[in-house]
């Protein structure tokens, strides 16, 4: 989905580098120290069995942080949106404002509950954030400690070179924007139901096929959020933007990444859904358009 080239940028809602000290578990997809540790995010810098063992040795908790830090990155370039269609972080940057604009105004009055913004942290090499290291081997992640969500900078390229995304823009803005959905379950207080069970059927999957809807629900009205002046951020979507979010989804399947890792399709070892499920949740979202769509928590099946 490409950005309208008039429209200006809010670096004001991200950061370069981490902050706080460590005090929760660094969760794959999302979820956060308050609950399961769900070992995936929508990527994991290694094999399946390199990251369940860093899992198991605590790599990603609070008692292994690792030495070293990011790379302070430099956003003064990310203005415009004609910015974040030639650069992947300022279209990070645009994404996370788009989004943002959107929840700002869509969650239902009968929750009784407002949206608050999550800054994006992106950074270079590894960072530290409240629920410990975030590094190339944890991929995104949104941790509700600190109430922020960690992208490095290098992501999108691996999002295609290794797990075979097709590098469309919206492939991309889909990474933001499920990150942001598990921010979303985080307002609404429903983040503990990945605690509920486990394998393909278990509350880790139901919740990050919930975010994959969330992020369909966006992507739905994304051409109708605007910047601070007003402007329209995003173009309407196309077919192919759709297709490129589509093949995001399916390359960051339970099931592909477990056969890529050269292991077999183990549902029980399952905490994102496969790669069918993540199609149709996002899909779903997409072609609904509303948050009631995505109750993938009381789904008969997922």
Avoid at 98 to 105: A, F, G, M
Avoid at 171 to 186: D, L, S, T
Avoid at 274 to 300: H, K
Wanted: charged share 15%; glycine share 14%.
């Amino acid at each position: 989905m490409s950005f309208n080239d008039d429209a200006n940028l809010d670096t004001s809602q991200v950061t370069s580098g981490g902050r706080g000290k460590a005090g929760g578990v660094a969760i794959g997809g999302g979820i956060g120290g308050i609950v399961l540790v769900a070992i995936f995010t929508l990527l994991s810098g290694g094999s399946l069995t390199d990251v369940l063992g860093g899992a198991a040795n605590g790599q990603f908790g609070t008692n292994n942080i690792q030495e070293g830090g990011s790379e302070e990155l430099d956003f003064s370039q990310c203005k415009t949106g004609a910015d974040a269609n030639d650069n992947d972080t300022c279209r990070i940057i645009g994404t996370v404002n788009s989004v943002q604009d959107y929840w700002t105004d869509a969650l239902p009055a009968d929750i009784k509950r407002q949206y608050r913004e999550a800054t994006t942290v992106i950074y270079s090499g590894s960072t530290q954030s409240a629920c410990g290291t975030a590094s190339s081997a944890t991929g995104p992640f949104y941790c509700p400690s600190d109430e922020r969500v960690y992208i490095d900078a290098s992501f999108f390229d691996e999002l295609s070179s290794k797990y075979g995304a097709d590098g469309g823009a919206l492939a991309q803005e889909y990474v933001v924007a499920h990150e942001y959905g598990h921010h979303v379950q985080n307002i609404l207080g429903i983040l503990g139901q990945a605690q509920n069970g486990s394998g393909a059927t278990g509350g880790s999957v139901r919740v990050e096929l919930m975010a994959d809807c969330l992020a369909g629900v966006w992507a739905n009205h994304a051409s109708s959020t605007q910047d601070d002046e007003g402007n329209a951020l995003l173009e309407p979507l196309t077919r192919t933007d759709i297709k490129s979010a589509l093949s995001a989804a399916a390359a960051v399947g339970d099931d592909r990444i477990q056969q890529a890792s050269g292991g077999t399709v183990n549902p029980e070892g399952w905490t994102h859904g496969s790669s069918a499920q993540r199609e149709r949740w996002f899909t779903t979202g997409y072609e609904e358009g509303n948050i009631n769509s995505c109750d993938t928590l009381n789904a008969s099946q997922l």
